[in-house]
């Protein structure tokens, strides 16, 4: 018989690096991606997993940018990887969307920095 369940599922929110008292305080409130806790409530507004997603990806590229430019501060150095998160939704059948969280690591030459012979 078919059937649907109707919910949002609110995660805790990986802090903002900008916003942290400190940066002791900021690694105290890291959660690691399955350890963090979810929340489940009927009759919740549908786009509201994907909001959530979206927000948690923007805040982890700006902690990036922040991580990168403290670098070039501190240490006059490039990263030697991109790190990006993203969200991608896409519409299925019957009203149901699949939302795909992505992080890539790009390397600038390699893992190694190998180059061919």
């Known amino acids: 018989m078919p ?3 109707t919910l949002s599922a609110p995660v805790d929110p990986q802090p ?3 916003r942290a008292e400190s940066l002791t305080a900021y690694f105290k409130a890291l959660h ?3 350890l963090r806790a979810v929340k489940l409530a009927p ?3 549908p786009a509201f997993l ?3 997603l979206r927000e948690q990806a923007d805040v982890r590229n700006r902690n990036r940018e922040a991580a990168v430019t403290f670098n070039r501060l501190t240490t006059q150095q490039e990263p030697w990887f991109d790190h ?3 969200v991608v939704a896409e519409s299925l059948d019957a009203g149901v ?3 795909i969280t992505e992080s890539t ?3 600038h030459g390699g893992l190694f920095r190998l180059r061919p012979a």
């Open 97 to 99: 969307r699949r939302l």
């Open 84 to 86: 990006d998160n993203r």
């Open 16 to 18: 903002d690096l900008a």
């Open 32 to 34: 690691l991606p399955h």
């Open 3 to 5: 059937w649907t369940i």
């Open 105 to 107: 690591w790009r390397t």
């Open 43 to 45: 009759n919740a507004d």
């Open 50 to 52: 994907e909001r959530c």
